[in-house]
């Protein structure tokens, strides 16, 4: 598979100066299979460079996985140039609103209302499908398949494992570990604990040695202690992750939008020194915007 970063802030685009080496897109990544079939995993603004590149493409059938709708995933769908194409085929993949209940083609359209946007789903002139997804359900995209598992942030947010000729690729999407909300003498304590246990061990029996772990990073042990219940980890829990599946890589993306280059840095070589790699350890490696890897 061919992997190329094409957004990797998190929350909201953040542009500048500042961000010029690891970019200010928010999250997109473009994974091409071994037959060049292309997924497309979350619409953020990072979607909108993509589109460009593909312009010389068409007619083309882009399968787009959808982790979950907050906005600094679904923002650049609008600006999708072959959506307004005629004969180009695009999938969407998504997961359904429990609160509201609507699926992904409900959720998606409000972005096109004329209060926000001045071009209406039904004027698309690209055949659009949507398919609202299942946990573990599992798609076929030319020789890859791509299957899901719920993870934890305050939507429902899918995982996604993209496997091809024994190859594979999970992102977390937005995903913070769960911890037992109850205190220790709470009568939901205990049984919370073995949810938490359970879901844990979904987890990583779902990404168990995973050849690239993209997860969410937002945050630093110190800046979490803040925003806990925000939905999203650190640079120790993506570490932790990625040992206790036995990944080969780790990319730390969503990088928190008001962090500059510089600041990212020492972050990520300050969780290098401390976690020196062991023998069995993951790559650690920092998510940039325009970034391409084969795996």
């Not at 882009?62 to 085929?89: C, E, S």
């Not at 499908?129 to 573990?136: D, P, R, S």
Request: proline content about 5%; aromatic content about 12%.
């Amino acid at each position: 598979m061919k992997i190329r970063f094409w957004g990797v802030r998190g929350s909201i685009a953040s542009p500048g100066p500042n961000t010029l080496r690891y970019g200010g897109n928010t999250t997109c990544i473009e994974i091409r299979t071994d037959d060049d079939a292309l997924i497309i995993i979350d619409g953020g603004t990072g979607i909108f460079p993509l589109a460009q590149t593909l312009l010389g493409q068409m007619p083309l059938t882009a399968h787009i996985f959808i982790t979950h709708t907050h906005w600094d995933h679904i923002q650049g769908l609008p600006f999708f140039i072959p959506q307004y194409i005629p004969a180009n085929r695009l999938v969407l993949h998504g997961a359904h609103d429990p609160v509201e209940q609507r699926d992904l083609r409900e959720i998606l359209t409000y972005q096109y209302q004329y209060c926000y946007f001045p071009v209406r789903e039904v004027e698309l002139k690209a055949n659009l499908e949507y398919v609202t997804l299942k946990e573990y359900q599992v798609i076929q995209v030319g020789d890859a398949t791509v299957s899901c598992i719920y993870m934890n942030h305050p939507v429902l947010n899918l995982g996604y494992r993209v496997n091809c000729n024994g190859k594979s690729v999970f992102f977390t999407g937005d995903h913070e570990p769960i911890t037992n909300i109850y205190a220790d003498d709470h009568h939901y304590h205990d049984e919370y604990s073995r949810f938490i246990e359970a879901k844990d061990k979904a987890i990583l029996d779902f990404i168990d040695q995973v050849d690239v772990l993209i997860a969410d990073t937002s945050y630093t042990a110190a800046e979490y202690a803040m925003k806990k219940g925000w939905g999203h980890g650190t640079y120790d829990t993506s570490v932790a992750l990625a040992k206790a599946c036995r990944a080969k890589k780790l990319f730390f993306t969503h990088h928190e939008p008001t962090r500059s280059d510089d600041a990212l840095e020492k972050i990520y070589q300050e969780t290098l020194e401390r976690y020196p790699r062991q023998p069995g350890d993951p790559e650690y490696l920092l998510a940039q915007e325009g970034r391409y890897f084969e795996v």
